[in-house]
């Protein structure tokens, strides 16, 4: 496949193949962070990591991935779209090859990043291919089928990783990501159609590093103030993502041909879109966070029946992005964003009534309200942020859209995971007031939930170890003082692990509840900024910065 689509003088015949081949590299990106969540506890125990250490190895991909999106974007649409489709992949295949390998936190950290590099050039070539191969009247169709296969990725990373922990330790979860990276790189050149923008500039490199710098100073920042302190490096990043960001629209507002024409964002349906997306997956990846969580720590599932029981959220995803493709046309973006994220705040304000007795039941119903809405709410706002740049900026278009979307992500994972440690603190605390343990067990439980249970777990182990000497005790005095210490040890254990429990339940309610709200609130500004209306003209009509009409996807015909 060697002709332009930009050539071509009626729409791609194999353009849903091709949209098959775009959905597979999207779902391999997505499924790299949260297969990551049911991995995460072998890869502790066998490279020893640190709680910081592991916290890197979750984010070391998402810097490096919000960061570059929009210069690499941009990039792409200069010289060619599929070609930064194809070394996205190889790069993000080499990644996970060399995180298979490695055997230290440094090293698995550097093999994350590598794969954050390759899933930034990814990850916008997947929207502007889309764009650009698609015309205007099937293009709402697609985007609705490349969302959900974004919602079906996320509970499908857990039910892959759980089902390879069974039989294989930590380092599948790298190597799966290598045969689909390489079917997809075979699909990229044999199916989709190049793509480039049509009239060619020179790229504005001072304006991409600008964002360079302020979007990974910025998620450097909600990864390490929460989580670490907010000491030195927390506090300059800070300074420097504030900084560079004011730079960063001062230059572009003066620049002829910017990176990122900044003044779209005063077109309302444009700055509502992104800041949906943004808050939308700010509560999403937030919930999932800490319902893998309990899961498998409260409830006791393991990794693989962790992932089955997150299938209907990934159902329910298909079924509101079908019903949004209906809906939209109707009703109007505005009605089905809004509907999408009042159903979000419902299904956090569900789980703020989660306590120690909650079964897996009472996660159903919010995981499928959850699912619905974000078919409903990301699929519009998606099609609403392409629509809004011209065919020469598609690449910049998909990196705006998914840069805010992992803005969210890691704001909501940062805020909320800071919100959930904490509350788990206070309430294990509480919980395990007069409970005997041993000195130092506490402060060590309050670590984290996975911690905490060790802690039992140790407790427990001690107890039956007292337990076995007592049996084989020389003397009836010395079995009898052994067994009641054996006694206190077991009942401190079991008190240990319904405090862990209880605790954390307590803490996914109370996190629930701010959630919901900052979603709720959310809701209001979004509904507040999208037009009542839809802008007159065609959907996808664009203004480039120098003032020009330009149709989205010119070049193809409808």
């Given at each position: 496949?060697?002709?332009?689509?930009?050539?071509?003088?009626?729409?791609?015949?194999?353009?849903?193949?091709?949209?098959?081949?775009?959905?597979?590299?999207?779902?391999?990106?997505?499924?790299?962070?949260?297969?990551?969540?049911?991995?995460?506890?072998?890869?502790?125990?066998?490279?020893?990591?640190?709680?910081?250490?592991?916290?890197?190895?979750?984010?070391?991909?998402?810097?490096?991935?919000?960061?570059?999106?929009?210069?690499?974007?941009?990039?792409?649409?200069?010289?060619?779209?599929?070609?930064?489709?194809?070394?996205?992949?190889?790069?993000?295949?080499?990644?996970?090859?060399?995180?298979?390998?490695?055997?230290?936190?440094?090293?698995?950290?550097?093999?994350?990043?590598?794969?954050?590099?390759?899933?930034?050039?990814?990850?916008?070539?997947?929207?502007?291919?889309?764009?650009?191969?698609?015309p205007r009247a099937e293009r709402a169709k697609a985007i609705t089928l490349w969302t959900a296969t974004a919602g079906l990725a996320i509970a499908a990373g857990p039910l892959v990783a759980g089902a390879l922990l069974r039989d294989h330790g930590w380092a599948?979860?790298?190597?799966?990501?290598?045969?689909?990276?390489?079917?997809?790189?075979?699909?990229?050149?044999?199916?989709?159609?190049?793509?480039?923008?049509?009239?060619?500039?020179?790229?504005?490199?001072?304006?991409?590093?600008?964002?360079?710098?302020?979007?990974?100073?910025?998620?450097?920042?909600?990864?390490?103030?929460?989580?670490?302190?907010?000491?030195?490096?927390?506090?300059?990043?800070?300074?420097?993502?504030?900084?560079?960001?004011?730079?960063?629209?001062?230059?572009?507002?003066?620049?002829?041909?910017?990176?990122?024409?900044?003044?779209?964002?005063?077109?309302?349906?444009?700055?509502?879109?992104?800041?949906?997306?943004?808050?939308?997956?700010?509560?999403?990846?937030?919930?999932?966070?800490?319902?893998?969580?309990?899961?498998?720590?409260?409830?006791?599932?393991?990794?693989?029946?962790?992932?089955?029981?997150?299938?209907?959220?990934?159902?329910?995803?298909?079924?509101?992005?079908?019903?949004?493709?209906?809906?939209?046309?109707?009703?109007?973006?505005?009605?089905?964003?809004?509907?999408?994220?009042?159903?979000?705040?419902?299904?956090?304000?569900?789980?703020?009534?989660?306590?120690?007795?909650?079964?897996?039941?009472?996660?159903?119903?919010?995981?499928?309200?959850?699912?619905?809405?974000?078919?409903?709410?990301?699929?519009?706002?998606?099609?609403?942020?392409?629509?809004?740049?011209?065919?020469?900026?598609?690449?910049?278009?998909?990196?705006?859209?998914?840069?805010?979307?992992?803005?969210?992500?890691?704001?909501?994972?940062?805020?909320?995971?800071?919100?959930?440690?904490?509350?788990?603190?206070?309430?294990?605390?509480?919980?395990?007031?007069?409970?005997?343990?041993?000195?130092?067990?506490?402060?060590?439980?309050?670590?984290?939930?996975?911690?905490?249970?060790?802690?039992?777990?140790?407790?427990?182990?001690?107890?039956?170890?007292?337990?076995?000497?007592?049996?084989?005790?020389g003397s009836p005095e010395q079995a009898a003082q052994l067994k009641a210490q054996a006694g206190q040890l077991g009942d401190g254990?079991?008190?240990?692990?319904?405090?862990?429990?209880?605790?954390?339940?307590?803490?996914?309610?109370?996190?629930?509840?701010?959630?919901?709200?900052?979603?709720?609130?959310?809701?209001?500004?979004?509904?507040?900024?999208?037009?009542?209306?839809?802008?007159?003209?065609?959907?996808?009509?664009?203004?480039?910065?120098?003032?020009?009409?330009?149709?989205?996807?010119?070049?193809?015909?409808?």
């Amino acid at each position: 496949m060697n002709e332009p689509v930009e050539r071509m003088d009626r729409p791609y015949a194999r353009r849903w193949w091709a949209l098959l081949v775009l959905c597979l590299s999207l779902l391999i990106i997505v499924m790299a962070n949260t297969a990551l969540t049911v991995a995460a506890p072998d890869m502790t125990q066998d490279l020893g990591l640190s709680s910081a250490d592991l916290q890197w190895v979750i984010d070391g991909y998402t810097v490096p991935y919000a960061a570059l999106m929009l210069l690499l974007g941009a990039i792409g649409d200069k010289y060619s779209r599929r070609g930064a489709l194809v070394l996205g992949l190889l790069v993000f295949g080499g990644g996970a090859v060399a995180g298979s390998l490695v055997d230290s936190a440094a090293g698995v950290i550097a093999a994350r990043a590598v794969m954050g590099v390759g899933a930034a050039m990814i990850m916008p070539a997947t929207l502007s291919l889309l764009a650009a191969t698609f015309p205007r009247a099937e293009r709402a169709k697609a985007i609705t089928l490349w969302t959900a296969t974004a919602g079906l990725a996320i509970a499908a990373g857990p039910l892959v990783a759980g089902a390879l922990l069974r039989d294989h330790g930590w380092a599948s979860t790298f190597l799966i990501n290598v045969p689909v990276a390489a079917v997809a790189l075979v699909g990229a050149l044999v199916l989709v159609p190049p793509s480039r923008a049509a009239h060619q500039h020179r790229i504005d490199y001072v304006g991409g590093a600008l964002s360079v710098i302020w979007v990974g100073a910025l998620v450097y920042m909600i990864i390490q103030g929460p989580h670490f302190g907010w000491g030195a490096k927390a506090v300059t990043a800070a300074v420097v993502a504030g900084v560079a960001l004011v730079t960063f629209v001062l230059w572009e507002l003066r620049h002829p041909r910017p990176v990122l024409d900044v003044r779209r964002f005063a077109d309302r349906r444009f700055s509502g879109s992104n800041l949906a997306v943004a808050l939308f997956f700010l509560a999403v990846f937030g919930a999932f966070y800490y319902l893998t969580q309990h899961l498998q720590f409260v409830l006791g599932y393991d990794a693989l029946a962790t992932g089955v029981r997150m299938l209907p959220l990934a159902g329910a995803v298909f079924v509101g992005s079908a019903m949004t493709g209906y809906l939209t046309p109707r009703v109007g973006m505005k009605v089905t964003v809004t509907a999408g994220m009042v159903g979000g705040t419902a299904a956090l304000a569900l789980l703020t009534r989660v306590d120690s007795g909650s079964t897996y039941g009472d996660f159903v119903l919010p995981l499928v309200i959850l699912g619905l809405a974000i078919g409903l709410a990301l699929s519009p706002c998606t099609d609403a942020i392409m629509g809004s740049f011209p065919e020469a900026e598609l690449g910049v278009g998909g990196a705006v859209n998914d840069t805010s979307l992992e803005l969210g992500g890691s704001l909501g994972i940062a805020l909320l995971g800071s919100v959930l440690a904490s509350s788990y603190s206070s309430h294990l605390a509480d919980a395990a007031a007069g409970t005997r343990l041993p000195g130092g067990a506490l402060a060590t439980a309050q670590d984290s939930v996975g911690a905490g249970y060790a802690v039992a777990q140790g407790i427990g182990d001690k107890a039956h170890k007292l337990a076995e000497q007592a049996a084989h005790a020389g003397s009836p005095e010395q079995a009898a003082q052994l067994k009641a210490q054996a006694g206190q040890l077991g009942d401190g254990a079991r008190q240990m692990s319904d405090a862990v429990g209880s605790a954390f339940s307590d803490a996914v309610a109370h996190t629930s509840v701010i959630g919901a709200a900052v979603l709720a609130v959310g809701t209001v500004l979004v509904a507040a900024l999208l037009p009542r209306k839809e802008r007159p003209g065609t959907p996808g009509d664009a203004t480039a910065p120098d003032g020009t009409e330009v149709r989205a996807g010119e070049g193809v015909h409808v």
